[in-house]
T-cell receptor
Framework: GESVGLHLPTLSVQEGDNSIINCAYS??????FIWYKQESGKGPQFIID?????DKRQGQRVTVLLNKTVKHLSLQIAATQPGDSAVYFC??????????FGTGTRLTIIP | KAGVTQTPRYLIKTRGQQVTLSCSPI?????VSWYQQTPGQGLQFLFE???????NKGNFPGRFSGRQFSNSRSEMNVSTLELGDSALYLC?????????????FGQGTRLTVV
């Protein structure tokens, strides 16, 4: 079946550095992608989204890049802070509002 | 504005029992979706309700069911519990117009089946 996967299960980054979290998706028909952040003991929190007719979208300290040619999605976090430590999920939507999540990447910020 | 509220937060049940979980969406939101989160399978979509009707369904057995009430509150039921049903069950609410900024997750119900 269709799947959304992550290249790295864990990522450690020095505080203040930039981090990049990658995601591969397999359904070329997906038209909407979301990045979520999940902190320990909490539900996923929306970070940023992007539609398939775009290749880049920027938010506050975060940028999402979409490469439809290789079905790749990435989340860039600038100037990482301790509060950025969490598990990050990419998710894709195809069909009618059904989210398919990746397995997640644990980001650890080293002080 | 109150967020998505899930009750109970923690639950321990025995194999073979049944369990009901509750989700109160954000006021004004009409769509409620349920997800199962486990270390091995990640976040998996169970079903979505909109205006008391099941609008989407994931690939879970019939032991998993849900419903939505006229006030948009939703319940999820799992019958004949199995050890593999141990998971964090998350509920998300949205206005029903699509995912994204409108979708908010609750803190989840941690179900342990022994």
């Amino acid at each position: 079946g269709e799947s959304v996967g992550l290249h790295l299960p864990t990522l450690s980054v020095q505080e203040g550095d930039n981090s990049i979290i990658n995601c591969a998706y397999s359904n070329s028909a997906s038209d909407y992608f979301i990045w979520y952040k999940q902190e320990s003991g909490k539900g996923p929190q929306f970070i940023i989204d992007i539609r398939s007719n775009m290749d880049k979208r920027q938010g506050q300290r975060v940028t999402v890049l979409l490469n439809k040619t290789v079905k790749h999605l990435s989340l860039q976090i600038a100037a990482t802070q301790p509060g950025d430590s969490a598990v990050y999920f990419c998710a894709e939507i195809f069909g009618n509002e059904k989210l398919t999540f990746g397995t997640g990447t644990r980001l650890t910020i080293i002080p | 504005k109150a967020g998505v509220t899930q009750t109970p937060r923690y639950l321990i049940k025995t194999r073979g029992q049944q369990v009901t979980l509750s989700c109160s969406p954000i006021s004004g939101h009409r769509s409620v979706s349920w997800y199962q989160q486990t270390p091995g399978q990640g976040l998996q979509f169970l079903f979505e309700y909109f205006s008391e009707t099941q609008r989407n369904k994931g690939n879970f057995p019939g032991r998993f069911s849900g419903r939505q009430f006229s006030n948009s509150r939703s319940e999820m039921n799992v019958s004949t519990l199995e050890l593999g049903d141990s998971a964090l069950y998350l509920c998300a609410s949205s206005g029903g117009q699509g995912w994204g900024t409108e979708a908010f997750f609750g803190q989840g119900t941690r179900l342990t089946v022994v």
